[in-house]
């Protein structure tokens, strides 16, 4: 395992439809955040989960976006009825809960992300 | 609501000479955990440095290495020896204990040769 793996690494699509985005996470790490990052800004953080658990939601995650998480391993994000806003990075980080014993456990590991264009 | 701000968009350094790279954050938390992120041009994010708001002691990673002002809530970041190599976009980050990461709108260095 070698890092965080996203798929797929670009997507063009037309507005109004929909599209879905997969992350694989580092295999021993129980944490997975979404985060939307548009050119030239910062990631900003979308939702997380917790094994299978999504325990936070950004107010950016409108109800035309949802994550889902089933198995507590590899995860989705699908966005639906696209709109040109939408154009962005979408980034998946993973890493392990937070443990006193490794405190450098706290840092998130970020996969390639996915470049959507809406057309 | 915790914000992270970096005042340089660019940001610009000879090749072997020094730079440093500020960041200013707002938080009601005592205990959080400030990072300095690299994301090269079309590559992945990569952890560059971290800081545990606990210790006074600031943190060094090989040529590079913090100013914690916690205080003053600043956290710069300082690139010794710069190389070629360090040519990319660095974002400051806060993290509360538990929760995800807040980043700021980052600053492009390019090193020349």
């Avoid at chain 1, 900003?44 to 989960?49: G, S, V």
């Avoid at chain 1, 950004?58 to 089933?70: G, I, K, Q, V």
């Avoid at chain 1, 966005?79 to 998946?92: F, K, V, W």
């Avoid at chain 2, 300082?78 to 538990?98: E, H, N, P, V, W």
Wanted: net charge positive.
């Amino acid at each position: 395992d070698t890092g965080v793996s996203q798929d797929p690494r670009h997507k063009i699509t037309k507005r109004g439809q929909n599209v879905t985005f997969r992350c694989d996470p580092i295999s021993e790490h129980n944490r997975l955040y979404w985060y939307r990052q548009t050119l030239g800004q910062g990631p900003e953080f979308l939702t997380y989960f917790q094994n299978e658990a999504q325990l936070e939601k950004s107010r950016l995650l409108s109800d035309r976006f949802s994550a889902e998480r089933p198995k507590g391993s590899f995860s989705t994000l699908e966005i639906q009825r696209t709109e040109q806003g939408d154009s962005a990075m979408y980034l998946c980080a993973s890493r392990r809960s937070r443990d006193y014993r490794w405190p450098q456990h706290n840092e998130q590991f970020f996969g390639p992300g996915t470049r959507l264009t809406v057309l | 609501a915790q914000t992270v701000t970096q005042s340089q968009p660019e940001m610009s350094v000879q090749e072997a000479e020094t730079v440093t790279l500020s960041c200013t954050y707002d938080t009601s938390e005592n205990n959080y955990y400030l990072f300095w992120y690299k994301q090269p041009p079309s590559r992945q994010m990569i952890l560059v440095i971290r800081q545990e708001a606990y210790k006074q002691q600031n943190a060094t990673e090989n040529r590079f290495s913090v100013n914690f002002q916690k205080a003053a809530k600043s956290f710069s970041l300082k690139i010794s020896d710069s190389q070629l190599g360090d040519t990319a976009m660095y974002f400051c980050a806060f993290m509360k204990r538990t929760n995800d990461m807040r980043f700021g709108a980052g600053t492009r260095l390019t090193v020349k040769p």
